[in-house]
């Protein structure tokens, strides 16, 4: 995790882009195994700032009417306050 500390904007702008069109559904790495609240958890645990930008868009995903997706949500939400 250290790497992307060291790397965060080079990386940052090709990371949000990936994470916004799998949280959109745009993307068609959504049929891929990518857990993306995992990854958010994981950014979030060693570069918070990388996800200023995406964050708005997992509130979007409390509000949607799939139970398996605000699930996902709350669950990863709730290890990032476990955290602070």
Do not use: W
């Amino acid at each position: 995790m250290n790497i992307i500390q060291q790397c965060m904007e080079k990386l940052e702008p090709n990371i949000k882009q990936v994470l916004l069109s799998l949280i959109s559904g745009d993307s068609q790495e959504r049929n891929s195994q990518i857990e993306y609240h995992e990854v958010i958890y994981d950014l979030y645990c060693c570069a918070p700032q990388i996800l200023y930008e995406v964050l708005p868009y997992v509130t979007g995903e409390l509000m949607v009417n799939t139970d398996l997706l605000v699930f996902l949500m709350l669950y990863m939400v709730s290890k990032l306050f476990l955290l602070n």
